[in-house]
Every structure is written in structure tokens, then in C-alpha cells.
């Protein structure tokens, strides 16, 4: 396994392109979250977990939009785990073209949850386990410059 976590390449639709010619902000996070979707089953997650009646919600995600992606622009996305316990995880992503360059970063604060209630609920030990030893491998990455940003005006 690599880290951080990286998703398969991805083209930017022209159906994502705004009046301004460039990527909607709304599709970043499209693209940030497709990258999950398929990085989530090395972790115990994904639609087959779903339907044990748990899954996951995003309580919180930030995006910093870096630089502008345009129609058939070929990217991917890293996913390193910043934090976990047992009901919740911290994460940092990355949007990279396939040329070398940052276009995008993203943080996020995710809760496992019970559908049932809904309620926040402690995951499987199998999973908790699975986001422990990325959070473990992944513990000698550099801590990103972008993690932790806080939005308002400069006094």
C-alpha cells in the first residue's frame, strides 16, 4: 500500500465547467469525494458496508482551491489520515494533475454512523484497526502546510 492513499486518474467533465470557463468549485469536491469512494474499501468502507446498516457521514470539509482545472484535465487524489478514534476520523487530501502540479487541497472530519438512529456510533474493530495502522504508516509524512487553515481576514 502506498502513502499517502492514491485514487486512479480522473478527467474533469465538461458538465463541471462553469460560466468562467474553469472547474466549478462544486466538483472539486465531487472529484475529492470519487477518490474516497474508491480508496474507502481498503478500509472496511464502502457500499457493501453500507448495507450492514453503518456508514459514513462528512461532518466538516474544507477545500482550498489552489489553481484552475479545465475540461479533460486528468487528476488525482491522495488520502492521508491525520487522526482517528473510534467513531470518527481526520483527513487530508490532495488534488494533483497529472502533470505535476497541486491544484486543490481538502481536510475533512468524517463520523461512522448507525443509520439506525441515525447516531454516531464506534466502528468495527476490523475498521478502527484498518484506519489505526494508515494513521501508523502514514505517521512519517511531513505534517501538510494546508492542514488546519482557518477562513477570515487577515487583521
Same mark, same amino acid.
Given at each position: 500500500?502506498? #502513502?499517502?492513499?492514491?485514487?486512479?486518474?480522473?478527467?474533469?467533465?465538461?458538465?463541471?465547467?462553469?460560466?468562467?470557463?474553469?472547474?466549478?468549485?462544486?466538483?472539486?469536491?465531487?472529484?475529492?469525494?470519487?477518490?474516497?469512494?474508491? %480508496? #474507502?474499501?481498503?478500509?472496511?468502507?464502502?457500499?457493501?458496508?453500507?448495507?450492514?446498516?453503518?456508514?459514513? #457521514?462528512?461532518?466538516e470539509?474544507?477545500?482550498?482551491?489552489?489553481?484552475?482545472?479545465?475540461?479533460?484535465?486528468?487528476?488525482?487524489?491522495?488520502?492521508?489520515? %491525520?487522526?482517528?478514534?473510534?467513531?470518527?476520523?481526520?483527513? #487530508?487530501?490532495?488534488l494533483?494533475?497529472?502533470?505535476?502540479?497541486?491544484?486543490?487541497?481538502?481536510?475533512?472530519?468524517?463520523?461512522?454512523?448507525?443509520?439506525?438512529?441515525?447516531?454516531?456510533?464506534?466502528m468495527?474493530?476490523?475498521?478502527?484497526?484498518?484506519?489505526?495502522?494508515l494513521?501508523?504508516?502514514?505517521?512519517?509524512?511531513?505534517?501538510?502546510?494546508?492542514?488546519?487553515?482557518?477562513?477570515?481576514?487577515?487583521?
Amino acid at each position: 500500500m502506498q #502513502y499517502p492513499l492514491r485514487s486512479t486518474l480522473m478527467t474533469v467533465r465538461p458538465e463541471w465547467i462553469d460560466f468562467n470557463g474553469h472547474l466549478n468549485m462544486a466538483y472539486y469536491n465531487v472529484l475529492f469525494d470519487e477518490a474516497v469512494d474508491e %480508496i #474507502y474499501p481498503t478500509l472496511g468502507f464502502g457500499l457493501a458496508y453500507q448495507k450492514t446498516g453503518f456508514t459514513t #457521514y462528512v461532518a466538516e470539509f474544507h477545500v482550498c482551491y489552489l489553481r484552475e482545472l479545465h475540461v479533460d484535465d486528468k487528476v488525482y487524489a491522495t488520502f492521508h489520515i %491525520i487522526d482517528c478514534d473510534e467513531k470518527k476520523f481526520h483527513s #487530508y487530501q490532495e488534488l494533483w494533475h497529472e502533470d505535476g502540479w497541486l491544484a486543490a487541497t481538502a481536510e475533512g472530519l468524517t463520523l461512522h454512523v448507525d443509520q439506525s438512529g441515525p447516531k454516531v456510533a464506534p466502528m468495527p474493530e476490523a475498521i478502527a484497526s484498518k484506519l489505526a495502522a494508515l494513521k501508523a504508516a502514514q505517521a512519517e509524512l511531513p505534517v501538510p502546510d494546508r492542514l488546519g487553515r482557518r477562513i477570515g481576514l487577515k487583521q
